[in-house]
Nanobody, 123 residues
Framework: QVQLVESGGGLVQAGGSLRLSCAASGFSKPYYAIGWFRQAPGKEREEVACLSSSDGSTYFPRSLKGRFTMSRDTAKNTVSLQMNSLKPEDTAVYYC????????????????WGRGTQVTVSS
């Protein structure tokens, strides 16, 4: 059974930092993309970061480049999202996702989702 378990969310002041982690387990087939989406109340889900499992390349929306970075620990099968210079508009539920699609085309129809972790940035 595939599981994606997020941790590390919380409340932080604007300008602060948070690090989210996602532990992946139960994959019987390799996934090609793993990363993060977020959804704020009343807004559409948006991509935050994607890591290509083939070579570790990371991809971010232009609006988040420079503030967010992503890394992986292949031995522990975890990925982390480092979020710096946080803004109130970063407030959302952050979901870990993994997919058999690659970063250029995810999320596909067989994407797996974690339960999400709340990130709240106060002004």
């Amino acid at each position: 059974q595939v599981q994606l378990v997020e941790s590390g969310g919380g409340l932080v002041q604007a300008g602060g930092s948070l690090r989210l982690s996602c532990a992946a387990s139960g994959f019987s087939k390799p996934y090609y993309a793993i990363g993060w989406f977020r959804q704020a109340p009343g807004k559409e889900r948006e991509e935050v970061a994607c890591l290509s499992s083939s070579d570790g390349s990371t991809y971010f929306p232009r609006s988040l480049k420079g503030r967010f970075t992503m890394s992986r620990d292949t031995a522990k099968n975890t990925v982390s999202l480092q979020m710096n210079s946080l803004k109130p508009e970063d407030t959302a539920v952050y979901y870990c996702a993994a997919d058999t699609e690659d970063c250029s085309s995810w999320p596909g129809p067989r994407v797996y989702w974690g339960r999400g972790t709340q990130v709240t940035v106060s002004s």
